[in-house]
T-cell receptor
Framework: NAGVMQNPRHLVRRRGQEARLRCSPMKGHSHVYWYRQLPEEGLKFMVYLQKENIIDESGMPKERFSAEFPKEGPSILRIQQVVRGDSAAYFC?????????????FGEGSRLTVL | GENVEQHPSTLSVQEGDSAVIKCTYS??????FPWYKQELGKRPQLIIDIRSNVGEKKDQRIAVTLNKTAKHFSLHITETQPEDSAVYFC???????????FGSGTQLTVLP
């Protein structure tokens, strides 16, 4: 059973470009969470999605950031017009369901560097 | 919203000694408290968790205690080994959701 898969693992973008980060949850998991980790800081919740639904996006910046989890395919975190402050590690996590008592399983992260 | 504070930010111990990391939370409705270990450049990995209906949980050299009245919980690592060196994060969540609010992390260094 493969774990949470994230790609790309490393992404370099110039200011103003777009970044797309992908996350495939663990098999059987239908809940996806995105967290951002700035250098030498803790993880900050960004958004919680289920298939085709955004459940909680309270941690997502109001502009330039969007997330989706389509019926088919991975969840995507999209950052438009990136700025240097977007440089961070973006971790995706999945769980079996909100009603379950299972843990969150994290992917290896996507490290975005904005030049 | 929930606020989780974690102390200390750095901790150095001699191999074989114990390490204790403490966290406080603000939302009395929080009921799930996991601890994650993150090695440099790696993903956070769950090492132990505790729910609000339990005061203490132990797994080999690792234990977590929870004081709901004081709203704080602690991680205890006994007989530390160099491979325990990592950043440790506490977290809290409430209800049926799994959005976690993380502490700021503790860099644990076990000196050989």
């Amino acid at each position: 059973n493969a774990g949470v898969m994230q790609n790309p693992r490393h992404l370099v973008r110039r200011r103003g470009q777009e970044a797309r980060l992908r996350c495939s949850p663990m098999k059987g998991h239908s809940h996806v969470y995105w967290y951002r980790q700035l250098p030498e800081e803790g993880l900050k919740f960004m958004v919680y999605l289920q298939k085709e639904n955004i459940i909680d996006e309270s941690g997502m910046p109001k502009e330039r950031f969007s997330a989706e989890f389509p019926k088919e395919g991975p969840s995507i975190l999209r950052i438009q017009q990136v700025v240097r402050g977007d440089s961070a590690a973006y971790f995706c996590a999945s769980s079996a369901g909100a009603a379950k008592t299972g843990e969150l399983f994290f992917g290896e992260g996507s490290r975005l560097t904005v030049l | 919203g929930e606020n989780v504070e974690q102390h200390p930010s750095t901790l150095s111990v001699q191999e074989g000694d114990s390490a204790v990391i403490k966290c406080t939370y603000s939302d009395s409705a929080s009921n799930y408290f996991p601890w994650y270990k993150q090695e440099l450049g790696k993903r956070p990995q769950l090492i132990i968790d505790i729910r609000s209906n339990v005061g203490e949980k132990k797994d080999q050299r690792i234990a977590v205690t929870l004081n709901k009245t004081a709203k704080h919980f602690s991680l205890h690592i006994t007989e530390t080994q160099p491979e325990d060196s990592a950043v440790y994060f506490c977290a809290a969540s409430k209800g049926s959701a799994r959005q976690l609010t993380f502490g700021s992390g503790t860099q644990l260094t076990v000196l050989p």
